[in-house]
């Protein structure tokens, strides 16, 4: 079954950091390329970032350019978001999905993980 | 980048009824393979968006035939030829031929009446 598994959001005071990371299982990831998502409360799906198969593309939204790093580890199947300088405007689940490029749509998401951004 | 707008925003539907949700995008979603890139998302309350339509019209694995996407170049329709309960949440378009960025509609929401 694949799967997408999104882990380390939590609460974070205005100006500080934190690392998401996300698990995949029962595909070869280091064949496709991945993005984050997110979703503020009550509120619709904005794209945060992009990396490429390699990590030989990233790109990423003009609202956490500068301040959000993508990357990925395929030995470890992994894939991470370095958020820093967060403001209370980046509060909002976080989502990992797989890009397919055949069909050029985004399938599956995990289920994600909740970031905080309060004093 | 593509801006795609959604209409209508909230949508009430009468279990077996049929329903029929507009996405319009910026920019023409044609690719020169005749592809249109464009693609349609469920997110159920409390889960996770769910992949319906990809390419304008290609089901995915799983999603019921009462489900359907149409149009072309810059006009698309999602239609549930009768709704059901379990259909409740927000549908999402969302281009994908130009990305990143990866741009989605506002979002509508269906609900039971």
């Known amino acids: 079954e694949v799967q997408l598994v999104e882990s380390g959001g939590g609460l974070v005071k205005p100006g500080g950091s934190l690392r998401l990371s996300c698990a995949a299982s029962?595909?070869?990831?280091?064949?496709?390329?991945m993005i984050w998502v997110r979703q503020a409360p009550g509120k619709g799906l904005e794209w945060v970032s992009f990396?490429?198969?390699?990590?030989?593309?990233?790109s990423y939204a003009d609202s956490v350019k500068g301040r959000f790093t993508i990357s990925r580890d395929n030995a470890k199947k992994s894939l991470y978001l370095q958020m820093s300088s967060l403001r209370a405007e980046d509060t909002a689940v976080y989502y990992c999905?797989?890009?397919?490029?055949?069909?050029?749509?985004?399938?599956?998401w995990g289920q994600g993980t909740l970031v905080t951004v309060s004093s | 980048d593509i801006v795609m707008t959604q209409s209508p925003l909230s949508l009430p539907v009468t279990p077996g009824e049929p329903a029929s949700i507009s996405c319009r995008s910026s920019?023409?979603?044609?690719?020169?393979?005749?592809?249109?890139?464009l693609t349609w998302y469920l997110q159920k309350p409390g889960q996770s968006p769910q992949l319906l339509i990809s390419?304008?019209?290609d089901r995915a694995s799983g999603v019921p035939d009462r489900f359907s996407g149409s149009g072309s170049g810059t006009d698309f329709t999602l239609k549930i030829s009768r709704v059901e309960a379990e259909d409740v949440g927000v549908f999402y378009c969302?281009?994908?031929?130009?990305?990143?960025?990866?741009?989605f509609g506002q979002g509508t929401k269906l609900e039971i009446k």
């Open positions: 999905a797989r890009v397919d490029s055949v069909l050029s749509s985004i399938d599956p």
């Open positions: 029962g595909f070869t990831f280091s064949i496709y390329s």
């Open positions: 990396i490429s198969s390699s990590s030989s593309y990233i």
């Open positions: 920019q023409s979603l044609l690719h020169s393979n005749g592809y249109n890139y």
């Open positions: 390419l304008g019209s």
């Open positions: 969302m281009q994908a031929l130009q990305t990143p960025p990866y741009s």
